[in-house]
């Protein structure tokens, strides 16, 4: 993975974690002890172990906690799944589900208030769909969090009310979702433990070695899950943590208290710590490090900010619309000021190009002030990207991290509502490689179903939406550079492309075996190929079961 060509190699020979060896099996045997275990791969696919650059560990992890409502056919499946979910929530709990989407279900619409408390009548319930910002409860629920068909609804949400006026229908959308969840009990004890090691085990099911939360601070008890795996050692994957905006000075405080207590400086004080922040080496600790922080400067496809209008609008928006601006101007241009100069690097969400100018204006304005750093800045999704800012991505070092799975659900929406041509100028990735500028692949999992990296491999090779149209066929890139994608360039963009991303000595044996490899098969078939084994640091943390299924 380490060049513009692939390069193969017969045998790989690992000590202590790392990588001591690749070349020729002849060349391997000096390497052999008397202790020495020896594999044949027999024809299978050994590759550097996948990165998650843009994936959200902890809120997918507390997902896995919760019922699983994903592909429910109608409200009876719902509500079973539901029932069964409260055996596993202890007593104090909430009754969660999450996944559901009203249009697979039978009846379009949400169940009602009377059909979740079928649930339970004496236990919060709460269910959200699979896009996170619409989710209904139960009366228990609006109870304990004292929320009434009286109550204003809070600015971008609203709390649906029967015909009447006068009582609570059930759903929720978006601000008044959030006020609601935000009201959950905390994970603690066996229920934080869960909330890792089942993310872990499915990050690595899908041949991750590194996983991203890439918006920690989403749940308030974020820090305290998070903790809670450090002081344990629950992780047996790396997981790089990049802090919501809003959670960031919470913190990076747990980062110095991490710090201090695992790597005390000799008269080290927390005071100290924060002092030297620039330059403060944020190493894994227990497999976890703190290494930047999050924004989103505007929304996903109907919401996505343009300095173009929207070829179709959305339902519900009328007259010229080109989406809408998340964040003031100040707030971005402060983060990137105090950051720029530091080690903390800049995530921002962006799919429209408006927000990609509001990104690199800030930029701009730290560079002029504190001069050109590495600091390589996310443009996470970075969808619509104009050649004129993709000059200046290369001047500033910014690192494109792109969703291409959301071709295949969302491709031909996305064809309706930016028009075709900006669909197919979107996940510029062919138009980087010809500049010979990095980007990355990322799913953003829960928004791809699955933290699933060779589907991410397959949709920028193919990039066919659901109807199977191939969108943009002048951005495909070959198998190998969406390999690339999510190995090689994808330390580059974590910044341990010391450690990580391709198969050579020194570098950490973090590494996935696949049953076929990737640059041999039809690329229609890549996301058919099955991860066999992930091994983290010499380490097996996974292994498929012969037999079973994907
Ligand atoms: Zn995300």
């Known amino acids: 993975m380490r060049g513009v060509k692939p390069e193969m190699a017969e045998a790989l020979a690992v000590k202590d974690g790392r990588i001591v060896f690749v070349g020729t099996l002849a060349d391997s045997a000096r390497f052999t002890g008397t202790t020495t275990r020896q594999i044949d791969l027999a024809g299978k696919t050994l590759l550097p172990g996948f990165i998650d650059t843009h994936g959200h560990f902890i809120y997918f992890g507390k997902n896995l906690v919760d019922a699983d409502l994903f592909g429910v056919a109608d409200i009876p499946e719902?509500?079973?799944?539901?029932?069964?979910?409260?055996?596993?929530?202890?007593?104090?709990?909430?009754?969660?589900?999450?996944?559901?989407?009203?249009?697979?279900?039978?009846?379009?619409?949400?169940?009602?208030?009377?059909?979740?408390?079928?649930?339970?009548?004496?236990?919060?319930?709460?269910?959200v769909d699979s896009s996170g910002h619409l989710g209904a409860g139960n009366s228990k629920l609006f109870e304990v969090v004292g929320i009434t068909a009286d109550t204003p609804d809070p600015t971008g949400g609203s709390f649906s009310r029967k015909e009447d006026g006068k009582s609570l229908a059930g759903p929720m959308e978006e601000t008044a979702l959030n006020a609601v969840r935000s009201k959950r009990p905390p994970f603690t004890g066996e229920l934080a433990d869960a909330v890792v090691q089942?993310?872990?085990?499915?990050?690595?099911?899908?041949?991750?070695?590194?996983?991203?939360?890439?918006?920690?601070?989403?749940?308030?008890?974020?820090?305290?899950?998070?903790?809670?795996?450090?002081?344990?050692?629950?992780l047996p994957i790396d997981l790089y943590i990049a802090a919501k905006d809003s959670a960031v000075d919470d913190t990076l405080t747990a980062?110095?208290?991490?710090?201090?207590?695992?790597?005390?400086?000799?008269?080290?004080?927390?005071?100290?710590?924060?002092?030297?922040?620039?330059?403060?080496d944020r190493r894994y600790v227990n497999r976890v490090r703190l290494g930047g922080i999050k924004f989103w400067l505007d929304g996903s496809i109907d919401t996505a900010w343009f300095t173009q209008p929207y070829a179709s609008n959305p339902a519900g928006k009328t007259g010229s619309y080109s989406g809408?601006?998340?964040?003031?101007?100040?707030?971005?241009?402060?983060?990137?000021?105090?950051?720029?100069?530091?080690?903390?690097?800049?995530?921002?969400?962006?799919?429209?190009?408006a927000a990609a100018d509001q990104a690199l204006t800030a930029i701009a304005k730290a560079v002029k002030k504190h001069g050109m750093r590495d600091a390589r800045p996310v443009f996470v999704h970075g969808s619509v990207l104009r050649p004129d800012q993709i000059e200046s991505m290369k001047r500033f070092g910014a690192i494109p991290s792109f969703l291409p799975s959301g071709i295949v659900p969302g491709g031909d929406s996305v064809v309706k509502l930016w028009g075709a041509d900006r669909a197919a100028k979107s996940i510029a990735a062919q138009t980087f490689l010809r500049a010979g500028l990095p980007f990355t692949f990322s799913h953003d999992a829960p928004v791809s179903p699955q933290p699933w990296i060779l589907e991410l491999v397959d949709a920028g090779t193919n990039r066919r939406s659901g109807s199977g149209q191939v969108i943009g066929p002048d951005e495909r890139i070959s198998p190998y550079d969406g390999l690339r994608a999510v190995t090689a360039v994808a330390a580059y963009q974590l910044k341990e492309e010391a450690t990580k991303g391709t198969l050579e000595p020194g570098k950490l044996a973090d590494l996935v075996?696949?049953?076929?490899?990737?640059?041999?098969?039809?690329?229609?078939?890549?996301?058919?190929?099955?991860?066999?084994?992930?091994?983290?640091?010499?380490?097996?943390?996974?292994?498929?079961?012969?037999?079973?299924?994907?």
């Open 78 to 127: 719902l509500i079973a799944r539901m029932k069964q979910q409260i055996e596993r929530t202890p007593a104090d709990g909430w009754i969660v589900g999450f996944g559901y989407q009203v249009r697979q279900m039978k009846e379009g619409r949400p169940p009602t208030i009377e059909e979740l408390n079928t649930i339970s009548s004496d236990r919060p319930v709460m269910i």
């Open 198 to 234: 089942g993310a872990a085990k499915l990050w690595a099911s899908y041949g991750q070695t590194t996983a991203m939360e890439a918006g920690l601070g989403l749940g308030s008890d974020d820090i305290g899950v998070v903790l809670n795996a450090i002081d344990k050692k629950l």
């Open 255 to 280: 980062a110095y208290g991490v710090a201090a207590a695992y790597n005390p400086a000799p008269d080290g004080t927390l005071q100290k710590l924060r002092a030297s922040r620039p330059d403060l």
């Open 324 to 353: 809408f601006r998340q964040i003031p101007d100040e707030v971005i241009e402060a983060a990137i000021d105090r950051f720029w100069a530091t080690d903390i690097q800049i995530h921002m969400h962006m799919n429209g190009d």
């Open 513 to 550: 075996i696949l049953d076929k490899n990737p640059l041999k098969v039809d690329p229609l078939t890549i996301k058919e190929i099955q991860v066999l084994e992930t091994i983290k640091e010499g380490t097996t943390v996974f292994k498929r079961e012969t037999g079973g299924a994907k």
